[in-house]
């Protein structure tokens, strides 16, 4: 079958987050489906295949870490549209029944996809001992983002800090879920984003997540809360970078990006 390493969240290659896309006639094992992630190494790999028509949505879709399943994963999300529209597998709007209900995502006349998903829930939550010490920088406020995301999200000081972190990904694990989504108001929106984040999961095998859609779910809501505007634009500055168009509708965001197609081969086993 065909597999294709996709760069998400970016126009060129080599940027953004690369994930593995496998679409397929049913879902194998998840033994199988694990051990392909593991080999594919990346920080999700997508599979996808075709559901009967008249249903809810087009196509079922799952995505794996190199060491679980997760719920929510907007790259791979991204790249799965990506490699349906460029393929010729699907035409317009495509529908995903994932375990975090159904995502759509539209192409754009310029080549972009808009992914439609869950607006993550917002707690605020007390800073827990050790949390500072952790990330290697004291937080101004952190948030709960909910059953979907996972995360912890924190509001650093400014982009500088952010930019300069440098967290024990060991300590991280006992303060989330997933990981840990540190983000500051961008320095100067004239370089073309309002807010910058980094995001660590090392529960998930991760330490450090080039550009994760998911996240974006809930940097959404509070920096349209913090802005006073509903459409905003995200950097996320890891060292691969990119950046993530959000557009909150309530309980919805649309996550809007590129994808660029890498690598395309054969999986033999």
């Excluded at 549209?81 to 995502?103: M, Q």
Aim: a negative charge; one cysteine or more; aromatic letters at 6%.
């Amino acid at each position: 079958m065909r597999i294709r390493i996709v760069d998400a969240f970016t126009d060129r290659p080599f940027a953004g987050n690369p994930a593995g896309v496998l679409l397929l006639d049913a879902f194998p094992d998840d033994g199988w489906l694990q051990d392909v992630a593991r080999e594919v190494n990346h920080a999700e790999t997508a599979f996808a295949h075709r559901l009967p028509e008249g249903g809810e949505a087009d196509w079922a879709l799952r995505w794996f870490t190199p060491v679980t399943e997760v719920a929510l994963c907007g790259h791979a999300t991204l790249a799965t549209a990506h490699v349906l529209h460029t393929t010729g597998a699907h035409e317009g709007p495509v529908r995903f029944a994932t375990r975090s209900g159904v995502l759509t995502a539209t192409p754009r006349e310029d080549g972009s996809l808009t992914l439609d998903f869950p607006t993550a829930p917002l707690a605020p939550v007390e800073v827990a001992e050790g949390v500072a010490d952790a990330l290697g920088a004291n937080p101004l406020a952190a948030f709960d983002t909910g059953p979907n995301v996972g995360d912890l999200l924190l509001e650093l000081a400014d982009e500088k800090t952010v930019l300069g972190l440098r967290p024990d990904h060991q300590a991280l694990t006992r303060h989330s879920r997933r990981g840990i989504i540190a983000t500051a108001r961008a320095e100067d929106p004239a370089r073309g984003y309002d807010f910058v984040s980094r995001c660590f999961f090392p529960n998930v095998g991760i330490d450090e997540d080039p550009v994760t859609g998911s996240a974006h779910t809930a940097l959404a809501p509070h920096w349209s809360a913090r802005l006073g505007r509903p459409d905003l634009t995200g950097l996320q500055a890891s060292p691969r970078s990119g950046r993530v168009r959000t557009e909150l509708r309530g309980d919805r965001t649309l996550l809007t990006g590129h994808a660029v197609t890498v690598i395309e081969g054969d999986l033999l086993a």
